[in-house]
């Protein structure tokens, strides 16, 4: 039987963004959620990936929202 990924919530990552407390739901590349939401101030060293929890993520997949329409057009 395959193994399966431990659920993000066991794992102790917390959210990137400054002055949040909660546990990270999703792991995104820092260079995009800089571009997507310049406004949310990050960590003073956040590296190649951050972690988001539900609500920073939710932010940012509504300004993002557009551009992956795009991107999925593109496929069809």
């Known amino acids: 039987m395959a193994m399966k990924h ?5 794992r102790g990552d917390k959210c990137g963004v400054v002055d949040c407390k909660e546990q990270g739901h999703k ?11 310049p406004d949310l101030k990050l960590g ?3 590296g190649k990936r951050i972690h988001l929890c539900k609500t920073h993520y939710k932010e940012f997949k ?5 551009e992956r329409e795009l991107d999925r ?4």
Do not use: I, Y
Not at 6 to 10: A, D, I
Not at 73 to 76: H, K, M, R, V
């Open 6 to 10: 431990k659920p993000r919530e066991g």
């Open 27 to 37: 792991s995104l590349s820092t260079k995009k959620v800089k571009q997507a939401v």
């Open 62 to 66: 509504k300004k993002t929202k557009k």
């Open 44 to 46: 003073s060293n956040p």
């Open 73 to 76: 057009l593109a496929w069809e």
